[in-house]
């Protein structure tokens, strides 16, 4: 399946496949700065008490060029000549942190749940700033993989960022299979339990699947406990496509009129129709 295939046969994610490509277009654009990957041992001690990477002292990854990385992002779609409602409330965005001191420092500790930036369109930033954040991390979200110990960890939120799944992936095939979380804020995946809610951690006899007509890759599995869902890629290809949040806003939909809570972190919201 290719994204031009998908979107032919889900016509509705074409707005959301277009605001996608452009940002990424504009975050391509703008140079990758370095980034120092940290001494494990130090943050070792860190690491098995539970302390995500990026909130670790002892790791001390500098997030101030990722920060400037997602300023200049930010500047540049403000500055281009496209029109409609990004490209308002990109200048809206653009002019209100011009006028913030330290806006790189401001908007990395923003994304790691500062409150005390308070920008005008705050969903627009985190998905901005997150998209450039993700490029500056890259090589540390490969070291950090590499070096983790995944039944250390174990836990439902990212090991990286901190952030909640956006998604899971089942890979492997059976007995050995394999559930991974998917961070969609810094881009991590990490291996957890195959049974149990990543949101409230139930066992196995609370959870259930719902499977999408058409799309035997995709299903929603969801805990009668707590109620939230985790929409769910299971099967092979085009990890990119399966694995992009907006490609599967649909799903969202479809829980959301099944009565079950997003509890997931997205970079990507819907709001469902108000009927009158």
Excluded at 39 to 54: I, K
Excluded at 67 to 94: C, D, I, Q, Y
Excluded at 110 to 116: A, H, N, P
């Amino acid at each position: 399946m290719t994204p031009d295939l998908w979107l032919e046969a889900h016509s509705y994610l074409r707005p959301l496949a277009d605001l996608s490509a452009q940002v990424d277009r504009a975050a391509a654009a703008i140079d990758v700065l370095d980034v120092r990957i940290p001494d494990w041992e130090d943050y070792r001690a860190d690491f098995l008490a539970g302390v995500p990477l990026l909130s670790s002292a002892d790791a001390a990854v500098d997030l101030e060029p990722g920060g400037r990385m997602a300023a200049a992002l930010v500047e540049r779609l403000a500055s281009g000549t496209s029109s409609g409602k990004l490209a308002e409330e990109t200048r809206v965005l653009a002019a209100e942190l011009g006028r913030e001191p330290q806006v790189s420092s401001r908007i990395a500790d923003f994304l790691l749940g500062d409150e005390t930036l308070a920008p005008p369109s705050p969903g627009l930033l985190r998905y901005l700033a997150w998209t450039a954040m993700a490029r500056f991390l890259r090589p540390v979200v490969a070291a950090f993989e590499g070096w983790r110990d995944e039944e250390r960890w174990g836990r439902r939120y990212c090991p990286t960022c901190g952030s909640l799944p956006a998604m899971a992936q089942l890979v492997g095939a059976d007995p050995g299979r394999m559930r991974l979380l998917s961070c969609g804020c810094c881009g991590t995946r990490w291996q957890f339990k195959r049974t149990g809610c990543p949101f409230c951690e139930t066992d196995s006899q609370r959870l259930a699947s719902v499977t999408i007509e058409g799309e035997p890759g995709l299903r929603i599995d969801h805990c009668e406990s707590c109620g939230g869902y985790l929409k769910t890629y299971n099967g092979d290809g085009n990890e990119t496509l399966w694995l992009s949040d907006w490609s599967s806003l649909h799903l969202d939909l479809i829980a959301h009129d099944r009565g079950l809570k997003k509890l997931a972190a997205s970079l990507y919201e819907f709001e469902p129709a108000r009927h009158p």
